[in-house]
């Protein structure tokens, strides 16, 4: 005879209860997994404790060992100091540029390779010369059509990109285009006007009358829009026409002042030209850098100008490297410094102030490219 746990039936059955039905099979496995949840809960509830007891015993321990550790690094310290005497700092390697190809690209080197480089502040002064004398030697070139950016070489000649200073001939193509476009436009829609006109009165008072009433007007407004911008690219079309001379352009100094050319001298083959003017007082003026020096792939530059008409602007980047013009074959230093519409004709420096380049094209954003200052020593005879 057994007991049911539950309604207490004395039966024979071991199975299930007669009276209220209970599986004992099923009963048993509940109450199994019941003790084993209470094991656990209960082995956690002791865990804390443990923690708790283990660290009031070992933090003694650990106090102890920090305080003889920091007495020994003081102590030890003071027997161990570097001399600086001792450190060799290596120098950058020079690049020499063959005579055969003055502007040729170094190979490039991997980061293990290059030797660590100095940084140089702003402010780093070179036998009396530094890059805020570059930033004073630049001015703003503003001629009747452009206007861009160029900088001193000597006490009365400024370096600048020719297209700067002279009309651009496939402009004058784009522009000639753009005025036939418009004209074009403008007159198919006088005729679309016109029609639309002409059907007006035929139109009965109503929503559809008001619609071609609104067009009308709209198909106007562009037109007067159109007209406006017409005769801005035809002005523009007349003024580029007309050759400039040195007279007609302006140069503004860094401090303001303003000087009119008197000489301009063209490269045949080069984005190049040279002013000459003859300033109120002496101005600062670019130097070149050492004999047969190039710049390296990282190498930190800056590209002053007057870009959209913000005098003295500088922007930083770094040298990308040589490239070379594969139709022209001319050699182009690239650059992530930010060249914008203005900073033609400016120069692209390194952190003392040196010039290694005419800033000249922009492709993209971060894509620049500049005339190397070797190929601007050759071409005007400069050395």
């Known amino acids: 005879m057994i007991s049911c746990p539950k309604c207490s039936h004395q039966q024979e059955n071991q199975k299930e209860c007669e009276a209220c039905g209970l599986l004992f099979h099923k009963f048993e496995r509940v109450q199994k997994s019941k003790l084993e949840k209470e094991q656990i809960t209960e082995q956690i509830s002791l865990e804390p404790k443990r923690k708790i007891s283990f660290l009031k015993f070992a933090s003694p321990l650990i106090l102890v060992i920090l305080t003889a550790s920091i007495t020994y690094y003081f102590t030890s310290g ?25 502007v040729d ?22 036998n009396g010369y530094s890059i805020r004398n570059a930033e004073k030697g630049t001015v703003a070139i503003v001629t009747p059509v452009s206007q861009g950016s160029g900088f001193f070489i000597n006490e009365n000649q400024i370096i600048t990109n020719k ?3 002279k009309s651009d001939q496939s402009k004058l193509s784009e522009i000639r285009e753009r005025v036939e476009n418009i004209r074009i436009k403008m007159a198919l829609e006088h005729g679309e006007i016109k029609e639309l006109r002409q059907q007006l009165p035929l139109i009965r008072e109503g929503a559809t009358r008001q619609h071609v009433i609104l067009v009308i007007q709209e198909k106007e407004q562009g037109l007067t829009k159109a007209q406006q911008i017409l005769e801005a690219e035809v002005m523009k079309f007349e003024k580029m026409q007309k050759e400039i001379f040195a007279n007609d352009i302006k140069v503004v100094m860094f401090d303001g002042s303003e000087s009119v050319a008197q000489r301009l001298e063209l490269s045949s083959n080069k984005d190049l030209a040279i002013l000459t003017i003859s300033p109120a007082t002496t101005p600062d ?33 770094i040298c990308s490297g040589y490239q070379q013009n594969q139709g022209t074959k001319e050699i182009w230093l690239q650059t992530d410094a930010a060249i914008n519409p203005g900073n033609s004709g400016g120069p692209l420096v390194d952190e003392r102030g040196f010039v290694y380049g005419v800033n000249t094209l922009k492709y993209g954003d971060g894509l620049g490219f500049a005339i190397p200052i070797q190929t601007v020593i050759e071409e005007f005879s400069l050395n």
């Not at 003026?285 to 002053?304: M, T």
């Open 78 to 102: 003071t027997n161990k100091r570097i001399s600086v005497d001792t450190v060799n700092i290596p120098t950058s390697p020079v690049v020499v540029v063959p005579a055969n190809s003055p």
């Open 105 to 126: 690209s170094p190979k490039p080197q991997s980061v293990a390779d290059r030797p660590p480089q100095n940084l140089i502040s702003r402010t780093e002064v070179t």
């Open 163 to 165: 297209h700067v200073v």
């Open 285 to 317: 003026h670019l130097k070149f850098p050492p004999k047969n020096s190039l710049l390296r792939q990282g190498d930190k530059v800056y590209a002053i100008g007057n870009p959209k008409g913000f005098h003295n602007t500088m922007t930083s980047g």
